[in-house]
């Protein structure tokens, strides 16, 4: 591997040192420079892009965002998901000359989690999971940024009925925005030699994944995959490889109905903390603990600014974020039940 240039020099510097690295902003994405909630359309052949999910062909669209009309071709996306959801994941092709000077300049596929099921709980869902994606963006500065929607659906196969449905979903930034932002470089590999952690990030991870009670993910190949790593993936930066993690439908912060925990973990629901982190130093642990606990505030009072949830809601997830931080003053005993847990 490879510095590839000054800036991944900077960043790798800072590394060592086990701070944030220095965001390289390569072009303005104004879509994910913003927290609030951004007013759209989508309209287009919905009927026919779900009943035929599993050729997961692109169809035209429609999106229509601040007066600006935008013809994007979407597509539905994901595995588990795709199974277990009435309303799929999709992802949003756009013309990069349609943007412009618009909030999708710059934009090319994205990501977008939607409400998987018509139940009022499964729109809860997408905002929890929206939660632990800018939670995990409070700890480091290696992490998807993500924008909330309110989207109105418009089914264009049943013309003259209207908008069909409005639910939250949210963007997830795409890898090559994230390694444009961080001087990083996308890389994939069917093993990460251990030698080659970037171990400040991933202890970093180790604890966020405890923190929202996510086991769902790996530094290995998962079923089906063929390059590491399940839920994440990899950057070069300086001479370490960086595990930025995703998806966390099956986290306990989120406690979906579907979710449930693989057998081998020897646990009984997704609300039960386990630690899945590696065994690192006690000191690099110690570091990204203090780290997390530093922002106990911070987090807790994003959760309590998610637009959607109601205030019953909010309270019993800040109850469950609670729970770790009280058993995270003890520092020593934690570590140490990591240790006796790690891999």
């Given at each position: 591997m490879h510095f590839g240039g000054p800036e991944r020099a900077i960043t790798f510097f800072l590394?060592?040192?086990?701070?944030?690295?220095?965001?390289v902003h390569s072009a303005a994405t104004p879509l994910f420079d913003d927290d609030t909630v951004l007013e759209v359309e989508l309209a287009g052949p919905l009927g026919a892009l779900i009943s035929n999910k599993k050729k997961r062909a692109e169809l035209p669209f429609f999106l229509l965002s601040k007066g600006t009309q935008h013809s994007v071709k979407v597509r539905v996306r994901g595995k588990s998901r795709l199974r277990v959801c009435k309303f799929p994941p999709l992802r949003i092709n756009f013309e990069i000359a349609d943007t412009g000077d618009t909030i999708f300049?710059?934009?090319d596929k994205l990501k977008l989690v939607t409400?998987?099921?018509?139940s009022e709980q499964a729109e809860k869902n997408t905002l929890e999971?929206?939660?632990a994606y800018r939670i995990f963006n409070l700890i480091s500065d290696l992490s998807y940024r993500v924008r909330l929607l309110r989207i109105t659906y418009t089914n264009t196969d049943e013309?003259?009925?209207?908008?069909?449905?409005?639910?939250?979903?949210f963007l997830?930034?795409?890898?090559?925005?994230?390694?444009?932002?961080?001087g990083g470089k996308p890389v994939q590999v069917a093993g990460l030699p251990r030698r080659s952690l970037g171990e400040n990030q991933a202890a970093a991870v180790f604890i966020f994944q405890y923190l929202i009670g996510n086991t769902d993910w790996s530094?290995?190949?998962?079923?089906d995959e063929e390059t590491c790593c399940h839920n994440g993936d990899l950057f070069e930066l300086g001479s370490k490889l960086q595990y930025v993690p995703y998806d966390f439908d099956l986290a306990g912060l989120v406690d979906a109905r579907y979710a449930y925990p693989h057998p081998s973990?020897?646990?009984?629901?997704?609300?039960?903390?386990?630690?899945?982190?590696l065994c690192l130093s006690p000191e690099i642990l110690r570091n990204a603990l203090t780290t997390v606990n530093a922002r106990r505030r911070e987090i807790l009072d994003l959760l309590r600014g998610i637009p959607g949830l109601l205030p019953e809601d909010i309270e019993a997830k800040v109850e469950y974020l609670e729970r770790f931080f009280v058993k995270a003053e003890d520092a020593k005993g934690l570590l140490r039940s990591f240790g006796r847990q790690c891999l």
């Open positions: 590394l060592v040192l086990g701070l944030s690295p220095t965001i300049s710059g934009q409400h998987c099921k018509s999971e929206f939660a013309p003259g009925k209207g908008k069909l449905l409005q639910r939250y979903a997830i930034e795409s890898e090559s925005q994230l390694a444009d932002r961080t530094l290995v190949t998962g079923d973990l020897r646990i009984r629901k997704v609300t039960q903390r386990l630690y899945r982190g």
